[in-house]
């Protein structure tokens, strides 16, 4: 009978190096160390390489205008200054555009919560005839992105004078979401059925049921599907590039390609607006991140 | 609402309800979706620069694009970036999922750090992967130089420049790739691998013909995310390079954006859209269509 430390142990040995060790020797505590000692080694590399190039932004911020344009490049700022954020707020509107982002992040991130979650407890509780094709429909949806559609949508907002407000952006959120349904739809589908049918049986209607049973028991769906929705919406660009043009209207995103195509624009100030643009994401990362990464890889592990 | 309902059958209700609750996402449909997508097939068949209304042309669009180098190029410099980014990050992805997927300390710090740079936008690493790539003062350049290699040229290079942005893409999706194997990693039981070393399997053996098996699902539907995301690559191209030098760093979707926008040739846009949609349409359910073939299935 192994015991469960050799098993592992022995998973390490193929894993670290693809070719198997002889027993006696993966049981010295030596070489088991070893092995240890070098996963860690690789992880803090791949670690480096992955984080580095953040750093590398945040570094830079830092730096005096100077700096920025000698080689080699100097790794820490010789002297830490703030100009570089006060230039960037100074000679851009940075704080609306952090406000913008903000505002419509938020809206959007309701908006697909309410209407994600309407159509998925339609989808999963109740029965009715063209739930299937209506199923059909919206996972079909998730094969045409906004990219493709996004000349005809283009001038139906002109059509109807939504160009250069944020309607274009914060209405289709509240118009349902494939992605939000899909996820919402899977945990629903875990709720007893029974749970409904009793409160239906008290007097409870459908409203009051997804409310008070489904939200409640889901809480964790939503909130990993809104901390995803509000970072992708910030992170959006494409959409509020064509629709948004009034510089006072743009969000952070475009904010900060327009700030890029300005020419005076020196690296010290890109990196500082990049990484205030950056902050409000890393924190709520840093808070939230199990439920960001639940919310990203959800729909993948279920299907 | 409710109150109308209450003479109806119970089964009636449950039919207006249902239909009901779906009205957002119908309409969403409608107008952001199937609607659009059904427009865009008829303004390719039109000339169209939003001040002069839409004239019928026939297929002088899809004729046009046909013989149009520029199409030709950015479907080409779409494909090699979903060519080398999906198979990239998906590579190092289980290879770092598979180091990842042991008991040792830490192992949930690192997990977080891998995972950052998806929550950063494309425009943020996209700035600031151009400052590290800038030939001059740049970090990359400088640290090549250690190692007896470069001065690259990176983005201002035609040569070098799609290279460029795929290995920004790599470092976007790495983290996702890492994550997704990971879950998938930890779903296979462990008995699989104990009864394989009963019956002597090696290290490799055990790799090829139960975790990569076991793995399929979730390699095939991140390969299908992986291709579907890369197929739309744009933010990248638009802050780091214009589509440039020499258009080649022109995609496709930046293609749609400049006549769309800047030329204002809705008609021509549209049809490059039709062409857009049929690859990702056609490819998608030909991948699910062989998906059996593909994907080892457990029960």
Redo the contacts between chains.
């Keep these: 009978m192994?015991t469960k430390p050799e098993?592992?142990s022995?998973?390490?040995?193929?894993?670290q190096?693809?070719?198997?060790i002889s027993d006696s020797q993966a049981r010295t505590k030596f070489g088991k160390q070893l092995i240890?000692g070098s996963?860690?080694l690789?992880?803090i590399l791949?670690?480096l390489v992955?984080?580095f190039?953040?750093i590398?932004?945040v570094l830079?911020s830092f730096k005096l205008e100077g700096e920025?344009?000698?080689?080699?490049?100097t790794i820490l700022p010789k002297a830490w200054s703030l100009s570089a954020y006060r230039n960037v707020f100074k000679l851009y509107p940075f704080w609306l555009f952090l406000l913008n982002s903000f505002l419509i992040s938020i809206a959007v991130t309701v908006g697909t919560l309410?209407?994600s979650s309407?159509?998925a407890?339609?989808l999963v509780h109740?029965?009715?005839?063209?739930?299937e094709v209506?199923f059909l429909?919206?996972l079909g949806?998730l094969?045409?992105?906004f990219?493709?559609?996004?000349?005809?949508?283009?001038?139906?907002m002109?059509k109807v004078h939504w160009l250069n407000t944020w309607y274009p952006l914060i209405v289709?959120a509240?118009?349902?979401?494939a992605y939000g349904?899909f996820l919402l739809r899977q945990l629903f589908r875990g709720i007893p059925r029974e749970l409904g049918e009793a409160a239906k049986l008290d007097g409870c209607?459908?409203?009051r049921i997804?409310c008070f049973i489904y939200v409640p028991l889901s809480k964790s769906a939503f909130a990993a599907l809104g901390v995803v929705t509000f970072?992708n919406s910030?992170?959006n660009?494409?959409a509020p590039?064509?629709f948004v043009n009034d510089r006072n209207k743009m969000p952070v995103?475009v904010g900060?390609?327009y700030l890029?195509g300005q020419g005076s624009s020196i690296?010290s100030w890109?990196?500082a607006a990049?990484t205030v643009?950056?902050v409000p994401?890393?924190l709520?990362?840093a808070i939230g991140?199990k439920y960001?990464?639940m919310g990203?890889?959800m729909t993948?592990?279920n299907? | 609402m409710n109150v109308s309902f209450r003479n109806r059958t119970p089964k009636h209700r449950e039919t207006l309800w249902g239909w009901g609750l779906m009205v957002p996402t119908l309409l969403g449909l409608f107008f952001f979706t199937v609607g659009p997508f059904l427009v865009a097939i008829y303004i390719s068949f039109t000339s169209w620069s939003l001040f002069q209304g839409p004239v019928w042309v026939g297929l002088a669009n899809y004729k046009k694009m046909f013989h149009d180098p520029l199409f030709w190029t950015s479907w080409w410099n779409t494909a090699v970036y979903t060519g080398f980014s999906v198979p990239l990050s998906m590579i190092i992805g289980l290879g770092i999922a598979v180091l990842l997927n042991r008991k040792l300390r830490g192992m949930a710090f690192f997990r977080v750090l891998f995972f950052a740079p998806m929550t950063i936008g494309v425009v943020a690493s996209g700035l600031l992967w151009a400052w590290m790539f800038s030939p001059q003062y740049g970090l990359l350049n400088y640290i090549f130089h250690f190692v007896g290699l470069g001065p690259f040229r990176w983005l201002t290079s035609a040569s070098t420049c799609l290279m460029s942005i795929i290995i920004v893409g790599v470092w976007r999706a790495l983290g996702f790739t890492i994550v997704i194997f990971l879950a998938g990693l930890q779903s296979i039981p462990e008995a699989l691998y104990d009864a394989a070393a009963v019956d002597g399997a090696g290290g490799w053996r055990k790799f090829r013909h139960i975790t990569i098996p076991m793995l399929s699902p979730t390699i095939f539907f991140s390969t299908l995310i992986g291709v579907i995301m890369s197929f739309q690559v744009f933010e990248q191209t638009y802050v780091m390079t214009q589509g440039g030098p020499g258009n080649s760093t022109l995609t496709i979707i930046y293609f749609i954006y400049q006549n769309g926008f800047s030329y204002l040739r809705m008609g021509y846009a549209s049809a490059v859209s039709v062409s857009f949609l049929l690859v990702i349409v056609m490819g998608t359910t030909l991948l699910l269509r062989f998906q059996d073939r593909l994907v080892h299935y457990e029960n």
Excluded: C, D
């Excluded at chain 1, 109740?126 to 739930?131: D, I, P």
């Design positions: 192994r098993l592992e022995k998973k390490l040995e193929f894993n190096s693809g070719k198997k240890t996963v860690y690789l992880l791949v670690a992955v984080i190039p953040i590398w932004m830079t920025v344009q000698v080689y080699p490049p309410i209407s309407m159509a407890f339609s109740l029965r009715f005839r063209g739930r209506i429909a919206i949806t094969m045409v992105p990219a493709a559609t996004m000349v005809p949508i283009f001038i139906e002109a289709p509240f118009l349902g979401n349904i209607g459908p409203l997804l970072i910030w992170n660009m494409l590039l064509i995103s900060l390609a890029n690296w890109i990196m990049s643009s950056v994401l890393l709520m990362y991140q960001v990464v990203m890889t993948e592990r299907k």
